[in-house]
């Protein structure tokens, strides 16, 4: 090649480059100026409400109570979360609950509510709200001036929301809403014995006899349902395990069908992959949803969807461990007069086992969360717990509670995992 064909290709080559150097950013801008606009990025601003993002994030982690007095005939209800399961009993409240003719319900700071024939709101630094609800409305009566902006008043509602609490009154009834910081009522309810104990009481009372009694209204309590909760994360790791597992066990004979050293038929080997291929191009979701139309709601459903969708998963992987193992070690068994089964069994499965165990007990640990949301749509498991709670729209505190033992069981499981990894293919009692 002479010097001038070197220093033309030289150049020519240097002109590629710097083309396609201009050409990525220009693709990579296009394709975000794509998504700004199919997205409308823009808008999100307009469609952004901090103030319910803010009312989301702090019903994760506190809790309201209810007082509510029935316009028509003066009664007053006091309950957690406005549940009949976290009722106070008559004549009982909450320490800044005055109960009597006329309840008052003190939130600090100066914020006092007064329910009674006349309900009124002393508001610092506003002045006194009062009404007086019949039949034709509220008839709120508001300090002169412009109306601030947490007061929504018109004749047949006023809704006052601060910083202490909310409330709204309307014909009907009067009810005040006050935050309070924890999970209320989590170890025991209201109508428990145990309820308002420390932990030194309550320890006192089980080394007297009560142990039981008292796991028995926790686990028992109306409110948190922790014993139906704790059954529904063990269906959902059940799904998981019994979709994983199983999938493991149908797969593996069919791998040898897929794999070109055990098959040397084309078309058994074809016709292998793709069911494969079908089985794991649908997704895990898609499965759920046609077998519980085919089977009905229920965990076993969700099993069979993740049992189907790892199968084509396990297969793929499966075969392709298969294809590569030493030939070796097969012709040694070979050797020694060992029927077909046996050379599978001494001569193949030893040296795929670390990938087929490493894989298998990767998925389970995965879909230990799929488990979760194929559960929402089954009807089974953690996930239905979780999007009843979400559906609600107000147990926000709930739908963390189920959100933290989903974190905790993948953790464990996690965890689990690595150890059987370690325990079952590298042999490692220990572990690091």
Partial sequence: MTTATLQAATLAHFSRKKRITIAVPLVVLAYLAYIFVSFDVAGLSERINLNNARTLVSDSYSYKTHVTQNNRDG???????????????????????SLGDTTIVDLGDGHVITLGDEVSYNIPGYGVVTARPDGTGVNAVLPAGDLPDYINASKNRVTIVTDAGRFTITRARAEVFKYSYGWELFFFTLDSPYYGMGPAQLMSRAFSGEAGAILEDFWTNKMWRHGDVLWALFETLLMAFLGTFGAAIVALPLAFLAARNFTPLGAFRFAARRVFDFLRGVDGLIWTIVLSRAFGPGPLTGALAILLTDTGSFGKMFSEALENVDEKQIEGITSTGAKPMQRYRFGVIPQVMPVLLSQVLYYFESNTRSATIIGAITGGGIGLLLTQAIATQKDWEEVTYYIVLIILLVMAMDTLSGWARRKLIKGDEGGH
């Fill in 75 to 97: 009664t007053i209800a006091v309950s957690v979360e406005g549940e009949r399961k976290g009722e106070y009993p008559d004549g009982s409240a909450p320490d800044w609950v």
